[in-house]
Nanobody, 124 residues
Framework: QVQLVESGGGLVQAGGSLRLSCAASGRTFSAYAMGWFRQAPGKEREFVAA????????YYADSVKARFTISRDNAKNTVYLQMNSLKPDDTAVYYC?????????????????WGQGTQVTVSS
């Protein structure tokens, strides 16, 4: 079983930046593809970004391309989401997730383990 814990959320003004971290337990972090999703109040959880096991491939939702960057440090069992040029529409709870295999990375059912989320609030 994989345990995931997000951190780094908070309050930031529009146009600002924030970096989220997701720390994973276990010795096999590098065996998992990782993704970030977000959920705003009253809305469905939506895909944000994904990264392959080695970090060589990334995939982003159109809404965050050129603003967000997903990365991972397998030696630290950690995946990151660097968020720049933040907008009020980015306000949501952000979740990290782990997948045993690459595929359906833009869908929630493509992932096997989930963190509890961290709140990001972007003020206007």
């Amino acid at each position: 079983q994989v345990q995931l814990v997000e951190s780094g959320g908070g309050l930031v003004q529009a146009g600002g930046s924030l970096r989220l971290s997701c720390a994973a337990s276990g010795r096999t972090f590098s065996a998992y593809a990782m993704g970030w999703f977000r959920q705003a109040p009253g809305k469905e959880r939506e895909f944000v970004a994904a990264i392959s096991r080695s970090g060589g491939n990334t995939y982003y939702a159109d809404s965050v391309k050129a603003r967000f960057t997903i990365s991972r440090d397998n030696a630290k069992n950690t995946v990151y989401l660097q968020m720049n040029s933040l907008k009020p529409d980015d306000t949501a709870v952000y979740y990290c997730a782990a997948a045993r295999s690459w595929g359906r990375v833009t869908h929630m059912d493509g992932y096997d383990y989930w963190g509890q989320g961290t709140q990001v609030t972007v003020s206007s």
